[in-house]
Each structure stands twice: as structure tokens, then as C-alpha cells.
């Protein structure tokens, strides 16, 4: 495989594409989620519920799902999940547009979102390290994290112009995403099955091997922990600003519009991850992505205008993709082919270990604490963590 640039790399746009276009409906559908469920109930309480669901059953599956990346043919099991995931979220459409939706409905088709996804990300980061050189993968992994920014930059307006529009819209945009993610799949001719025979160990056995090999590693095994809990609190801070837009007076159009300003800070962050990862210490990126989103929480109780909540927003991602590259960019090029679906799925579930409660104890702090107290609350526990950044030598990137 000859070193041309990654742009004309044919099957890695291909899947750049693809995924580019599967976050972008994920983007639109993760904001008309709780609006849809806020909509229908009026609770902030079930619409972080849903979110919490989510992220549950992404937290079961993924080890399992890092093992069956390993055992089958990536590119089969790609396009599987992409029909399932037509499939479930067609149905939130039909349901939005006659006027069916329910709150048990949504549940089932975030389980199932959620499975699949999981199934999807191992074998889409190996398909990734088969088709570019060895040379490039850190590249190619740094690469990808602006899909998942411009899709962040852009999803939000999208979603709250179509749910505007329309309850059912932000759904069928949705749909359309993983439509167009199966076709791409579909273009891919490398050979994306798996390079030696199954082991002949049980399944549990396979599950704990991915946790071991990284286990081994010190700065992974300790950046993935602390990104653990910092993440418990930064990914419910969504559902934060969220409702605390809506307090402002602000539409579904203008808190799309708010979280696409997010989205421009962390586009941002994503195109200059690759040279900041080259000029920056490890643990200068860890540290410096503590202290910005203890920065921006507080700023949130100055903010009074839907608007300032964008900028704010933008600030506290645009550290987020260098992080995320930096960790995944070690995984890929030292993990060995034959367990990296296992150790993705083990780096991943490490990281987002705490998540799946963020959503209902944000929800539960807004009804019964109120948003600025949330806010401050939230801000005290940035501190700490972000303190221990500082001063823990693992983290620092020192041993």
C-alpha cells in the first residue's frame, strides 16, 4: 500500500463519508430526542432518562461487540447495523409524524440505536487501520475526529430548523444518514476479515483481554479512567444548557443555532488536533482540557443570552477532539490487529465507564436543585478533577 495522501485514499473518504453523514443525522436526532420527549411530557427528568438509556446499553455491549469485531467480517457486520439502525429509527418517524409517540417507544429504539452503534465502532476502526498505510493511521484517527465535529457543528440548527418544521423530520434525516453510511460500506473492496483464526478461548476470556492489554498501559490506563469521570459531568451538560436556553425564552431554531456555535469550538479544535498533538506534551493536552471545562462551567452564570451560551459552548469543546485523538491514536498504532476491535471497545468503555448516569443525575439536579445550582455544583466537581490533572504525575504524562 503506496503513501498517498489520505484525500485520495478512495475506501478511507469512502468511510470518512459515511460516518461524516452518520454523525451528522446522530447530531440532529440527539437534540430532537429530548425535545421530542420535553414535547410530549414536559420532563426533564425522562428526557435525560432516554439519554441515560442510551448510553446504558452502549455501556453492556461494547466489550462483547469489541470480541465479534474480531471474530467476523468488519465489513458484513458494518452493513448489518446499518440496516438495523434504518430500521429503528424509521419507526420514531412514522411514530412522530401520525402523533404515536411514546415514551417506552423511544426507550426500545435507543436500546437498539445503542447496540448497534456499539457493534459498529470496533469494526469501523479497524476497516480504518486496514486501508490506510501503517504510517498514517495516527493520522487517519485524528483525521476522523472532524467528522464528528462538523457534524456537531452543524447537526444542531439542522435538527431544531427540522423539528420546527416538523416532529418527524429530524428523524428521517436520520434514517437517511444510515442509509448513506450503507452505501459507502458498500464500496469498501479491502479485505476487512479477520487475519488470523479464532483463538479457540471462550468468550468471556476474549471480552477480558482487550481490558488487559490496556490495563498494561499507564497513561492510557489512567487518562482513560479520569476522562471517565470528567465525562460524567461534560456530556450532561448538554441537557444543562439545554434547558437552561429554554428558561432564556429560547426556540427550538435558536438552541439549534446555539449548540451549532458549540459545534464551531470543537470543529475547530479538530482540524488543529493534529499539530497540537505534535507540539503539545500528552499531559499538556489532559490538563489543559480540565482547566477550560472548569473555566466554562462557571461562565455559564454570567451568561444571559442563548447566544453568549454558544461561545461558551465553543470554548469548552474545543480541547475535546485533541483528547480524544491523543488517546485513540495510541491505541491504534501500538495496539497488535488480532485484539484491536478488543481494545477499542476496552479504551471506549473505559473512558465513558460513569457515563450512563450523567443524563439522569443532570435531570434529577434541574428539577430538584435548579439550573444555576446545578451549574455550581457542576463547577466545584470540574475543580476537583481538574486539580487532580494537575498534579497527578500519570496525567501529567511524567511516568
Given at each position: 500500500?503506496?503513501?498517498?495522501?489520505?484525500?485520495?485514499?478512495?475506501?478511507?473518504?469512502?468511510?470518512?463519508?459515511?460516518?461524516?453523514?452518520?454523525?451528522?443525522?446522530?447530531?440532529?436526532?440527539?437534540?430532537?430526542?429530548?425535545?421530542?420527549?420535553?414535547?410530549?411530557?414536559?420532563?426533564?427528568?425522562?428526557?435525560?432518562?432516554?439519554?441515560?438509556?442510551?448510553?446504558?446499553?452502549?455501556?453492556?455491549?461494547?466489550?462483547?461487540?469489541?470480541?465479534?469485531?474480531?471474530?467476523?467480517?468488519?465489513?458484513?457486520?458494518?452493513?448489518?447495523?446499518?440496516?438495523?439502525?434504518?430500521?429503528?429509527?424509521?419507526?420514531?418517524?412514522?411514530?412522530?409524524?401520525?402523533?404515536?409517540?411514546?415514551?417506552?417507544?423511544?426507550?426500545?429504539?435507543?436500546?437498539?440505536?445503542?447496540?448497534?452503534?456499539?457493534?459498529?465502532?470496533?469494526?469501523?476502526?479497524?476497516?480504518?487501520?486496514?486501508?490506510?498505510?501503517?504510517?498514517?493511521?495516527?493520522?487517519?484517527?485524528?483525521?476522523?475526529?472532524?467528522?464528528?465535529?462538523?457534524?456537531?457543528?452543524?447537526?444542531?440548527?439542522?435538527?431544531?430548523?427540522?423539528?420546527?418544521?416538523?416532529?418527524?423530520?429530524?428523524?428521517?434525516?436520520?434514517?437517511?444518514?444510515?442509509?448513506?453510511?450503507?452505501?459507502?460500506?458498500?464500496?469498501?473492496?479491502?479485505?476487512?476479515?479477520?487475519?488470523?483464526?479464532?483463538?479457540?478461548?471462550?468468550?468471556?476470556?476474549?471480552?477480558?483481554?482487550?481490558?488487559?492489554?490496556?490495563?498494561?498501559?499507564r497513561f492510557l490506563r489512567g487518562v482513560t479512567l479520569w476522562l471517565s469521570a470528567a465525562g460524567v459531568l461534560f456530556t450532561s451538560m448538554g441537557l444543562v444548557t439545554l434547558v437552561l436556553a429554554r428558561d432564556l425564552g429560547a426556540s427550538a431554531?435558536?438552541?439549534?443555532?446555539?449548540?451549532?456555535?458549540?459545534?464551531?469550538?470543537?470543529?475547530?479544535?479538530?482540524?488543529?488536533?493534529?499539530?497540537?498533538?505534535?507540539?503539545?506534551?500528552?499531559?499538556?493536552?489532559?490538563?489543559?482540557?480540565?482547566?477550560?471545562a472548569t473555566g466554562a462551567t462557571f461562565a455559564l452564570l454570567g451568561v444571559g443570552s442563548v447566544w453568549w451560551l454558544g461561545v461558551v459552548g465553543a470554548v469548552a469543546f474545543f480541547p475535546v477532539p485533541a483528547v480524544n485523538a491523543l488517546v485513540?491514536?495510541?491505541?491504534?498504532?501500538?495496539?497488535?490487529?488480532?485484539?484491536?476491535?478488543?481494545?477499542?471497545?476496552?479504551?471506549?468503555?473505559?473512558?465513558?465507564?460513569?457515563?450512563?448516569?450523567?443524563?439522569?443525575?443532570?435531570?434529577?439536579?434541574?428539577?430538584?436543585?435548579?439550573?444555576?445550582?446545578?451549574?455550581?455544583?457542576?463547577?466545584?466537581?470540574?475543580?476537583?478533577?481538574?486539580?487532580?490533572?494537575?498534579?497527578?504525575?500519570?496525567?501529567?504524562?511524567?511516568?
Amino acid at each position: 500500500m503506496t503513501n498517498r495522501s489520505l484525500r485520495h485514499n478512495r475506501e478511507f473518504v469512502a468511510l470518512w463519508t459515511g460516518q461524516a453523514a452518520s454523525a451528522l443525522g446522530t447530531s440532529i436526532s440527539t437534540l430532537a430526542y429530548p425535545l421530542l420527549i420535553l414535547s410530549v411530557t414536559g420532563s426533564p427528568g425522562q428526557a435525560g432518562l432516554v439519554a441515560s438509556v442510551l448510553a446504558l446499553t452502549t455501556f453492556l455491549v461494547r466489550l462483547p461487540a469489541g470480541v465479534v469485531a474480531d471474530r467476523v467480517d468488519r465489513r458484513r457486520l458494518m452493513l448489518l447495523c446499518d440496516a438495523g439502525r434504518i430500521v429503528a429509527v424509521g419507526s420514531i418517524a412514522v411514530a412522530a409524524w401520525f402523533g404515536w409517540v411514546t415514551l417506552a417507544h423511544v426507550l426500545v429504539v435507543a436500546v437498539v440505536e445503542g447496540a448497534l452503534g456499539s457493534l459498529f465502532a470496533p469494526a469501523e476502526a479497524v476497516a480504518v487501520r486496514r486501508v490506510v498505510p501503517p504510517g498514517q493511521v495516527q493520522d487517519a484517527v485524528a483525521t476522523n475526529e472532524t467528522r464528528r465535529q462538523l457534524a456537531a457543528l452543524i447537526g444542531p440548527s439542522v435538527g431544531g430548523a427540522l423539528f420546527g418544521w416538523g416532529r418527524a423530520w429530524p428523524f428521517v434525516a436520520d434514517l437517511l444518514s444510515y442509509a448513506v453510511s450503507f452505501c459507502t460500506v458498500l464500496t469498501v473492496r479491502t479485505d476487512l476479515r479477520p487475519r488470523t483464526a479464532p483463538k479457540g478461548t471462550s468468550f468471556r476470556a476474549e471480552v477480558v483481554e482487550g481490558l488487559r492489554w490496556l490495563w498494561t498501559q499507564r497513561f492510557l490506563r489512567g487518562v482513560t479512567l479520569w476522562l471517565s469521570a470528567a465525562g460524567v459531568l461534560f456530556t450532561s451538560m448538554g441537557l444543562v444548557t439545554l434547558v437552561l436556553a429554554r428558561d432564556l425564552g429560547a426556540s427550538a431554531g435558536e438552541i439549534g443555532m446555539m449548540f451549532t456555535i458549540s459545534g464551531a469550538g470543537g470543529f475547530a479544535g479538530a482540524l488543529l488536533s493534529p499539530w497540537l498533538l505534535r507540539q503539545l506534551r500528552a499531559g499538556v493536552v489532559v490538563v489543559g482540557y480540565a482547566w477550560i471545562a472548569t473555566g466554562a462551567t462557571f461562565a455559564l452564570l454570567g451568561v444571559g443570552s442563548v447566544w453568549w451560551l454558544g461561545v461558551v459552548g465553543a470554548v469548552a469543546f474545543f480541547p475535546v477532539p485533541a483528547v480524544n485523538a491523543l488517546v485513540m491514536a495510541r491505541v491504534a498504532v501500538a495496539v497488535p490487529d488480532e485484539v484491536h476491535g478488543k481494545v477499542f471497545s476496552a479504551t471506549t468503555q473505559l473512558t465513558t465507564l460513569l457515563h450512563p448516569v450523567g443524563p439522569v443525575v443532570a435531570g434529577v439536579a434541574l428539577e430538584g436543585l435548579g439550573v444555576g445550582l446545578t451549574v455550581v455544583v457542576y463547577g466545584v466537581l470540574f475543580t476537583g478533577l481538574a486539580g487532580l490533572a494537575t498534579v497527578h504525575p500519570v496525567l501529567r504524562g511524567e511516568r
